[in-house]
């Protein structure tokens, strides 16, 4: 993954109460700013509302698993041919490599799989993806690749 942009001067950041009712109001404050990037496929556009809906979700239920009434910090950095979001929350942390696969598409089990592919669908639905996380809490990276220039 490249190097986070973390001083661009076109990032623009929200911080939320870790609540499920602020996941519409995300998910618009991302299709605006990226919105005024010319060249956004509306395929790539969805791709990174639904892998950005999983991170903000994840970080309210570790909120929610510690009591913690911290603001968890999205930011987004468009920048021509991408998009990057970074998602940091102050629950307290995972082990990303402990989390198991969900099973296949084709497998039965898989209509049963309720929980558990947050992850999986951050990867597919993003081209590139990182989780740093540590008991002071997680940061998630997700960027999508656009075809603005």
């Not at 598409?105 to 990182?130: C, F, I, N, Q, Y």
Request: aromatic fraction near 2%.
């Amino acid at each position: 993954m490249a190097p986070a942009a973390h001083d661009r001067g076109d990032a623009v950041e929200i911080r939320i109460p870790p609540q499920t009712e602020y996941l519409a109001m995300v998910r618009g404050f991302v299709s605006e700013v990226v919105a005024q990037q010319a060249g956004v496929d509306a395929r790539r556009l969805e791709d990174l509302r639904v892998a950005l809906s999983e991170a903000v979700t994840n970080a309210i239920a570790a909120h929610a698993r510690c009591r913690s009434a911290d603001p968890i910090r999205i930011r987004c950095v468009p920048s021509p041919g991408r998009v990057e979001i970074q998602v940091h929350d102050r629950g307290g942390g995972f082990d990303p490599s402990s989390v198991p696969e969900p099973p296949e598409p084709t497998d039965p089990r898989r209509l049963h799989a309720e929980k558990g592919m947050g992850l999986w669908l951050m990867r597919v639905m993003s081209d590139d993806h990182a989780i740093a996380s540590s008991c002071s809490g997680t940061e998630v990276r997700l960027v999508v690749h656009t075809s603005a220039t």
